[in-house]
């Protein structure tokens, strides 16, 4: 058996990127996984940002940092790898230190859209290394390594897109280590599935967000709110590359549920503007027993 | 100076209607005013729900039930009212029981929609009776008296709308009063106003929400949820008797905000279209910076 998959302890961690994803796991696998009573293991970090290595080493959360420039001496010692990078570096990522990867590791991503990531792997991948996709379902509209909490995947979904090379082991390794930190559900599906209904539950929301905040008339409505913009509207607090990058590599997809959605919104222009109450009434009846429906489905 | 105003102390509250919102406002005011060391006062409550009244009696939170047919009984004892019912029924309540208030009483209500019930006032209210529009800005997706909580008010924004006819120690009174049940900020404009404004921070969201939920393909789509769909979601589980009036009510102006929303969201349907990565960037950025500012508007 793989010494990645016969013990959690020991190993070597790697972090591609220490923002806010990349610096809650490596706190998360600090906390929930290493500073366990008899766990043993270390974690590495690279990341274009010096102040983020330095606070991180600070933190006691990585024993050492590496400038990008460094980062093949970094995977040539990680067992595991978290690269926690853009989806479209993720992937430049992989083709360019394709050969620094240690041989048997095990290397994973966050990319939020995976069709493209997925299917230009074989390209830009040894076989002696096990690439697990997965999509945590987390986040913050707070960006770097300084809003990064352990806590973030706590109760949250995990998407997990297992691909024919990955063996059980790893699977099987892998699935334990997202468990440990937190995650509560984890979801198994293939790229094509998943980039679908991201778009929906993810990426429309973001780009109805925008909307949203893009027509109201000016800053000070706020005075007039009652939580239900504002829920609606924080994801607004958006990271713009990022989703310029999602949006436009998901973009079929996006489409697709953007017509849905403006189909069911022109239902209700038309109940409104033809005075039609019974059909509003019913409308919005349905929409709560789904919406009730959704909040019951909480275990798999 | 009137009694009411001159102390808050020794005043009979009625409420008509003890749902969420009354029941809410009812608990709030005993623990919030009347528990208070010093105080004296007492609390009626009248509601269709015989269940409602006997639960509450046994919370200690009010001392007598009526049913509506004996609203007038409490009418005549209570110093203070607040009415919380639909807008349609509020303003149909007052035409019905104009000659049953007390005296020198302050009424107040809870309606969403301000326009046509503060227009139809002076047909249906007596001179002695002062009557204050107010609209709190909380809630719950769940119904009932078994729902209310004394504390959904906390650090909310309160609407008020002061009418030419209320005095000033009234006034003074009421805002005294929100205050002490938790709301922590009062904004006082007109009907027309809050009915615009309205529209949008509250309606708009709430049709956006609905027409998210009718556009899922299926209940199990929150598997792959984050958060985002949840939070722009969670106000779809609606009142749908409550929102059709509302909607219906302030058709002309959700109309109004809904074809700007629209527009915006073509606006990002367009760079999403035509691949124009950098127009969608500038406007998630424009986006992030007008979201970011709102969050900085917690004073007037």
């Known amino acids: 058996m793989n010494p990645v998959?016969?013990?959690?302890?020991?190993?070597?961690y790697g972090f591609v990127g220490l923002g806010l994803m990349g610096g809650s796991f490596a706190?998360?696998?600090?906390?929930?996984?290493?500073n366990q009573p008899g766990s043993r293991g270390d974690i590495l970090a690279c990341d274009a940002r010096p102040d983020s290595l330095r606070q991180s080493e600070q933190d006691g959360i990585i024993s050492e940092g590496f400038?990008?420039?460094?980062?093949?001496?970094?995977?040539?010692?990680?067992?595991?790898?978290?690269?926690c990078l853009y989806?479209?570096?993720t992937l430049e990522f992989l083709q360019l230190y394709r050969d620094a990867f240690k041989s048997g590791s095990v290397v994973t991503d966050i990319s939020g859209v995976k069709?493209?990531?997925?299917?230009?792997?074989?390209?830009?991948?040894?076989?002696?290394?096990d690439?697990?996709?997965?999509?945590?379902?987390?986040?913050?509209?707070?960006?770097?390594y300084s809003h990064a909490s352990a806590s973030?995947?706590?109760?949250?979904?995990?998407?997990?897109?297992?691909?024919a090379e990955n063996t059980p082991e790893h699977l099987e390794f892998f699935k334990n280590l997202v468990t440990s930190i937190g995650f509560r559900r984890i979801i198994e599906t293939d790229a094509v599935i998943h980039d679908h209904k991201i778009a929906f539950t993810s990426q429309l929301c973001h780009v109805i967000a925008a909307a949203l905040v893009d027509s109201a008339e000016d800053t000070g409505i706020t005075a007039f709110g009652g939580g239900s913009f504002e829920d609606l509207t924080r994801i607004a607090m958006i990271n713009a590359p990022l989703w310029t990058e999602l949006f436009f590599a998901n973009r079929k997809e996006l489409l697709y549920h953007l017509d849905s959605f403006e189909?069911?919104?022109?239902?209700?222009?038309d109940c409104l503007e033809n005075g039609d109450r019974d059909k509003m009434q019913q409308f919005l009846e349905q929409v709560r027993i789904k919406r009730t429906d959704m909040s019951r489905i909480e275990q798999p």
């Open 5 to 12: 998959a016969e013990h959690a302890s020991g190993l070597i």
């Open 27 to 34: 706190k998360a696998v600090r906390t929930q996984i290493l």
């Open 67 to 83: 400038p990008p420039d460094k980062a093949g001496d970094m995977l040539s010692r990680c067992d595991v790898v978290f690269i």
């Open 87 to 89: 989806p479209r570096a």
């Open 115 to 129: 069709t493209e990531l997925l299917s230009s792997l074989p390209d830009c991948l040894r076989k002696d290394v």
């Open 131 to 144: 690439f697990i996709s997965g999509h945590p379902m987390a986040g913050s509209e707070k960006e770097g």
């Open 152 to 163: 973030i995947f706590t109760g949250r979904n995990y998407i997990l897109m297992p691909r």
């Open 263 to 269: 189909q069911s919104l022109q239902q209700l222009r």
